[in-house]
């Protein structure tokens, strides 16, 4: 039943890959050897090609003809413009994934590599969440249309096993942060959009005005420390089931620990208010990264102070480039 393993170097694409995870992943590959002799990695932007069309799709998988795939393309947006745009996310993350893991079964993709999120958990469970509570119950009301479409790729995975033996698996990483993210203000993931608040607080001299009360939790992944483990799943991961990727549960930090870390590595001296006319989402999200442990049992991450620096100082460093 398994699919006929190719011999020789990989090729491996990866979708999405001028976005945070995909910067992440092109760093090791290129910086620090993750990349073995041979082996050519291309990293695909929207500019590439619109997963959401099926034959734009299938042409660059036609052109780059990869044995493997890293799939973390996406249409994602922050909590607001999830809560607005439910349908949107959910329509075109379902496109999205059936097109990449279609074409991939149909062009003899050895293995791949799809990324997850902890939002797909139920909203009602209990914690530490683990990797067999995907399904048990409805996903938070406030992003459930892109949480239903990651769910279904864990699915997908597994009837194309099932039927065609193929080796997709799935990553469930929690809270990314890093050089490259989305800082922006409106639609980008947490860390990085208050980065961006604070630093435009200090420039101006005004207070940061944060959404919610802070109290909500998470666990924070730096990007590089997430594009390692990643790569180490294409490599060395066999499981069809998906893996959570994260730091130990006793590294959760309140959101409000995060904004104190950011103001302190962008020297910021003024007044912090908390909006508690917005919603917090949910509260906390703690996931278990035993199954990880089990393989990789001593396995480090990049202090979180550490990596809020390293990031804060990427944003200063490249403003005029950030995503803002």
């Not at 999830?82 to 994934?97: G, M, T, V, Y």
């Not at 799935?170 to 990085?192: C, K, M, Q, R, W």
Request: with cysteine; glycine share 8%; net charge neutral.
């Amino acid at each position: 039943m398994d699919s006929e393993i190719k011999a020789g170097p990989m090729r491996v694409l990866v979708t999405g890959g001028s976005g945070l995870v995909g910067k992440g992943i092109e760093h090791v590959v290129q910086r620090e050897g993750g990349k073995l002799q041979g082996e050519e990695w291309i990293f695909l932007s929207s500019k590439d090609a619109d997963l959401v069309d099926v034959g734009q799709t299938r042409a660059v998988f036609e052109k780059y003809r990869p044995t493997h795939v890293i799939h973390l393309a996406a249409k994602v947006g922050g909590l607001y413009q999830h809560i607005r745009e439910n349908l949107h996310f959910l329509r075109d993350n379902i496109k999205i994934n059936d097109n990449v893991l279609q074409t991939a079964h149909e062009m003899g993709v050895t293995k791949m590599v799809s990324c997850l999120s902890t939002c797909i958990f139920p909203d009602k469970t209990t914690y530490p969440i683990d990797e067999t509570m995907i399904h048990n119950g409805p996903p938070h009301d406030s992003n459930f249309g892109y949480s239903h479409a990651k769910r279904m790729i864990d699915i997908q995975n597994r009837a194309y096993f099932q039927q065609h033996g193929h080796r997709y698996t799935a990553v469930i990483p929690t809270n990314v942060f890093g050089p490259y993210d989305n800082f922006n203000i409106e639609n980008g993931h947490v860390l990085s959009a208050l980065i961006n608040k604070t630093y435009k607080a200090k420039k101006e001299g005004t207070s940061v005005n944060v959404c919610g009360s802070g109290a909500p939790r998470r666990q924070f992944i730096y990007s590089l420390d997430l594009g390692r483990l990643i790569i180490w799943v294409l490599r060395e991961y066999e499981d069809i089931d998906p893996i959570i990727l994260s730091v130990d549960e006793e590294d959760e930090v309140s959101i409000k620990e995060a904004v104190d870390m950011i103001a302190k590595s962008l020297d910021f001296k003024g007044k912090i208010h908390f909006d508690t006319t917005l919603s917090d989402g949910q509260l906390r999200k703690t996931a278990s990264n035993a199954k990880l442990r089990r393989y990789l049992p001593d396995i480090s991450f990049t202090p979180l102070k550490e990596a809020v620096k390293m990031t804060s100082d990427w944003f200063v460093a490249n403003y005029n480039i950030a995503r803002t």
